[in-house]
């Protein structure tokens, strides 16, 4: 696509439930990354996939939240037994990562985020 | 202390003035990231530098890697700009997983 997509843009929820976010990358991208933005601060990192595997997900709060990427493409954010702390920005990213600090191909382009609140 | 600080958190401005956004730094980095986020819009990536000076229009991004600070300036500021501007660095060659400040609320009146 285009851009980066991600749906839904907005998720009310009521504590306890399952909820999924979809992020769909530029095509070609192999770098996917989620961050997640609450009220007022920066994004924080959540994971990080090249390809299909999670390279890095340090940044997943806790076993409650998970995400996958089974094709190198799609990516899935989920969250069990969701929890009022949970509400926030759900941002995606993805970049084409080539070799090079500076490589301009290595630019971030952000998805519009997906709004969880969880009631 | 966070990694990523900015200053001012917030600044408001007449149109036409020349802005700086500053960016102060406490790891060692592979790049910086100038980003900007209008109201309820997505994050657009204006800049990624390792070293020296880029220039897009109106904005200048310098970075000083000694003194790990960095400014965003805009030129000839108009209300369209008014948005967040955010810093974010990134600490590993490999990846852009990155550390970002809590922004700079611009505001510029016409």
């Known amino acids: 696509g285009a851009g980066v997509s991600q749906t839904p843009s907005n998720k009310v929820t009521e504590k306890g439930k399952y909820v999924e976010l979809r992020c769909d990358p530029i095509s070609g991208h192999t770098a996917l990354y989620w961050y997640r933005q609450s009220l007022g601060q920066g994004p924080e990192f959540l994971i990080y996939?090249?390809?299909?595997?999670?390279?890095?997900d340090s940044g997943l709060p806790n076993d409650r939240f998970f995400a996958v990427r089974p094709e190198g493409s799609v990516s899935t954010l989920k969250i069990q037994r969701t929890e009022r702390g949970d509400s926030a920005v759900y941002l995606c990213?993805?970049?084409?990562?080539?070799?090079?600090?500076?490589?301009?191909?290595?630019?971030?382009?952000f998805g519009a985020g997906s709004r969880l609140t969880v009631l | 202390k966070n990694e990523v600080e900015q200053s001012p958190q917030n600044l408001t401005a007449q149109e036409g003035e020349f802005i700086t956004i500053n960016c102060s730094y406490s790891v060692g980095i592979s790049a910086l990231h100038w980003l900007q986020q209008h109201p309820g819009g997505g994050i657009v990536s204006l800049f990624m530098?390792?070293?020296g000076k880029k220039k897009h229009g109106r904005l200048i991004a310098t970075i000083n890697i000694q003194e790990k600070h960095s400014s965003l300036h805009i030129t000839a500021s108009h209300p369209r700009d008014s948005a967040v501007y955010i810093c974010a660095v990134g600490t590993n060659f490999g990846n852009e997983k990155l550390t970002f400040g809590t922004g700079t609320r611009l505001t510029i009146i016409p």
């Open positions: 990213a993805s970049s084409l990562r080539v070799k090079g600090a500076d490589s301009g191909a290595n630019v971030l382009t």
């Open positions: 996939f090249q390809g299909t595997g999670a390279a890095d």
């Open positions: 530098l390792s070293s």
